[in-house]
């Protein structure tokens, strides 16, 4: 079965700071990994995502994630922060086979990032 | 209008009502998805459809009722709710298919607060 574990439920960065947000993940089919972002009262907006190919994965708002088999991790980072990303961020795997019926979202607990001025 | 919208964003019931929520997806796809998010929670799956086919149920309380009467639209109807089901109701929409795991893009959510 698939899972998501995310290192730390609160990271604090001043801005300007770079910004790192781990994600391990525990799959036995070749993962799809995910990446969304919530701001307060609203929904999840993907950031980005890893399907096949390249390791290294740029989303928007100048996030990039790189997926790392051997490791198992799939972490975020962004070089320098700045105040509009405050908020919470989730890591999540898609579980099942691909061609089969799932295919559904395992997410991690998310880890809420906050930018000091 | 684009994307996922749903409807009321914010709800205030007490235990003995009915309401209902609704999700609509413009997005041409063909599966959605209903999502509990609570406090100190990851969020949880509740209803899968594919196609306007239930594929998924995680054990949800029956007060809890899904529809998808098409591909585009989605409700939640709920009943005699208990406390502990307030949170923020997440919908979302993805072009599933045979190949699986398409991409989920999310409503903005309907905050509930049972009383």
């Known amino acids: 079965a698939q899972s998501v574990t995310q290192l730390g439920s609160h990271v604090s960065v001043s801005e300007g700071a770079l910004v790192l947000l781990r994600c391990n993940y525990s799959?036995?089919?070749?993962?799809?990994l995910f990446w969304y972002v919530q701001y307060p009262n609203q929904g999840l907006q993907l950031l980005l995502k890893?399907?096949?190919?390249?390791?290294l994965v740029k989303g928007i708002n100048g996030f990039e994630a790189e997926f790392k088999k051997s490791e198992t991790s799939f972490h975020l980072t962004k070089p320098s922060a700045h105040m509009s990303d405050a908020a919470e961020y989730f890591c999540?795997?898609?579980?099942?086979?691909?061609?089969?019926?799932?295919?559904?979202?395992?997410f991690g607990k998310g880890t809420k990032l906050s930018v000091k001025p | 209008e684009t994307g996922v919208t749903q409807t009321p964003r914010h709800l205030v019931m007490g235990m003995t009502n009915k309401k209902s929520l609704k999700c609509e997806q413009h997005?041409?796809?063909?599966?959605m998805y209903w999502y509990k998010q609570s406090a100190k929670k990851p969020l949880e799956l509740m209803f899968v459809y594919n196609f306007k086919e239930q594929t998924e149920n995680n054990s949800v309380p029956s007060r809890f009722s899904p529809e998808c009467p098409n591909s585009s639209h989605l409700f939640l109807h709920l009943h005699t709710l208990q406390p502990e089901d307030s949170a923020l109701y997440l919908c979302?929409?993805?072009?599933?298919?045979?190949?699986?795991?398409?991409?989920?893009?999310f409503g903005p959510g309907t905050r509930l607060t049972v009383l």
């Open positions: 997005l041409g796809h063909n599966a």
């Open positions: 890893y399907t096949t190919g390249a390791t």
């Open positions: 979302a929409s993805s072009p599933r298919s045979a190949g699986g795991r398409g991409t989920q893009y």
């Open positions: 799959s036995s089919v070749p993962p799809y």
């Open positions: 999540a795997v898609s579980d099942g086979p691909s061609g089969g019926s799932q295919g559904n979202l395992i």
